[in-house]
């Protein structure tokens, strides 16, 4: 939808949210591909993972390197632990290993050319609360989506997302066929699109 501001005009587009990650369905390798895609490594990863898996489960084990009410209740302003579902997407701030930088994205190091221009990716781009599953919407997955959770190189994102502009997708055989550059990736890519 066109809409003019000051001199200029802007573009507003809704998106369903079945293209992002429902937070409160994910699964441990999931999480852990879509930490690694997004540049934490091993105990970094491994500690965002198992918090985060902590935080929801209901009961008050602790992972190999997870965080329960112990943890919470020892920082300077402690609180629990919720050992339940995610109310909203901006909670994951509250578990252990979550940063700003994390939640909001930052600027990649040593990145160059079109990689370089690209907007910081956080958590609060890939996850949501109305998702299916972890299974994503191709008709309706974000750039970063694509790129995080597919883990596919910009130059096909852009393919996928210029080709659904004109049409959406009907099926797996429909996107292959639009989108050739994907056969690569053909069998983690139909793992995980609806």
Do not use: H
Request: with cysteine.
């Amino acid at each position: 939808y066109p809409v003019p501001f000051e001199g200029v005009e802007g573009a507003v587009r809704v998106m369903g949210e079945a293209g992002k990650v429902n937070i409160n369905r994910v699964s441990d390798g999931m999480l852990r591909k879509i930490m690694t895609n997004l540049g934490l490594e091993a105990e970094g990863r491994d500690v965002v993972v198992d918090s985060i898996l902590d935080w929801r489960d209901p009961n008050d084990f602790i992972r190999v390197n997870g965080a329960e009410n112990e943890y919470y209740q020892s920082l300077k302003e402690p609180y629990d632990c919720k050992n339940g579902d995610f109310d909203s997407v901006e909670e994951l701030m509250l578990v252990r290993g979550i940063t700003p930088e994390l939640f909001y994205g930052q600027k990649a190091k040593g990145k160059e050319g079109e990689e370089a221009k690209e907007k910081p990716v956080g958590l609060k781009d890939i996850f949501s609360l109305y998702a299916l599953g972890e299974q994503i919407d191709i008709n309706s997955a974000s750039l970063p989506v694509l790129r995080v959770v597919l883990n596919l190189p910009l130059e096909v994102c852009r393919q996928v997302i210029r080709a659904r502009e004109e049409k959406g997708f009907e099926n797996f055989p429909d996107l292959l066929q639009r989108v050739p550059e994907l056969s690569p990736f053909s069998g983690e890519v139909q793992k995980s699109v609806l």
